[in-house]
T-cell receptor, first 112, second 115 residues
Framework: GNSVTQMEGPVTLSEEAFLTINCTYT??????LFWYVQYPGEGLQLLLK?????DKGSNKGFEATYRKETTSFHLEKGSVQVSDSAVYFC???????????FGKGTTLSVSS | NAGVMQNPRHLVRRRGQEARLRCSPM?????VYWYRQLPEEGLKFMVY????????ESGMPKERFSAEFPKEGPSILRIQQVVRGDSAAYFC?????????????FGQGTRLTVV
């Protein structure tokens, strides 16, 4: 079946450090891939997406590249801020007419 | 354009009572998804509905849980005879199309506590 695996958290970084959160997936066909962010007590917000192989999604300094050969969609940011502290979810939609499937989430904590 | 609206934000029920969670999708969205979030378990898909139809309920527990999305009005997730294990955050999301490249927009969730 379809699934998403994310690196275990929590990830603890100092401000301005480089961030990588690993995400790999298993899916049939040609899925679209997403990163969502959840701040405490809130719902999920779309951070970025990529809909085909080799696409790079980017937003607010975050980037992720759709790698079909390694079935990965790792999230990166060159310099994190305290305000980036949140839970990050990797997700996929495997085909039209299906729901998004999420990973378990990775908690990021950034200190000044 | 208002986002996805869920209510109530917090709901407390005693064991054995019924819980009704409401979700109004974004304007123009006819596809609704319900998810449950438990600590350390991420977001679990429950059910996908389109107006008046259940498209996929593979994530719904077989008993006590039901969902609807009527022609008029919000989508409702109903939990009968709640138990402590139902305590969780329940999120609704909507999308304008079922296309594979379309993201879902989330509400702020309903946090259910069963006492």
């Amino acid at each position: 079946g379809n699934s998403v695996t994310q690196m275990e958290g929590p990830v603890t970084l100092s401000e301005e450090a480089f961030l990588t959160i690993n995400c790999t997936y298993t899916a049939t066909g040609y899925p679209s891939l997403f990163w969502y962010v959840q701040y405490p007590g809130e719902g999920l917000q779309l951070l970025l997406k990529a809909t085909k192989a080799d696409d790079k999604g980017s937003n607010k300094g975050f980037e992720a590249t759709y790698r079909k050969e390694t079935t990965s969609f790792h999230l990166e940011k060159g310099s994190v801020q305290v305000s980036d502290s949140a839970v990050y979810f990797c997700a996929l939609r495997s085909q039209a007419g299906t729901a998004l499937i999420f990973g378990k989430g990775t908690t990021l904590s950034v200190s000044s | 354009n208002a986002g996805v609206m869920q209510n109530p934000r917090h709901l407390v029920r005693r064991r054995g009572q019924e819980a009704r969670l409401r979700c109004s999708p974004m304007k123009g969205h006819s596809h609704v998804y319900w998810y449950r979030q438990l600590p350390e378990e991420g977001l679990k898909f429950m059910v996908y509905l389109q107006k008046e139809n259940i498209i996929d309920e593979s994530g719904m527990p077989k008993e006590r849980f039901s969902a609807e999305f009527p022609k008029e009005g919000p989508s409702i997730l109903r939990i009968q005879q709640v138990v402590r294990g139902d305590s969780a955050a329940y999120f609704c999301a909507s999308s304008p199309t079922p296309q594979v490249n379309t993201e879902a927009f989330f509400g702020q969730g309903t946090r259910l506590t069963v006492v």
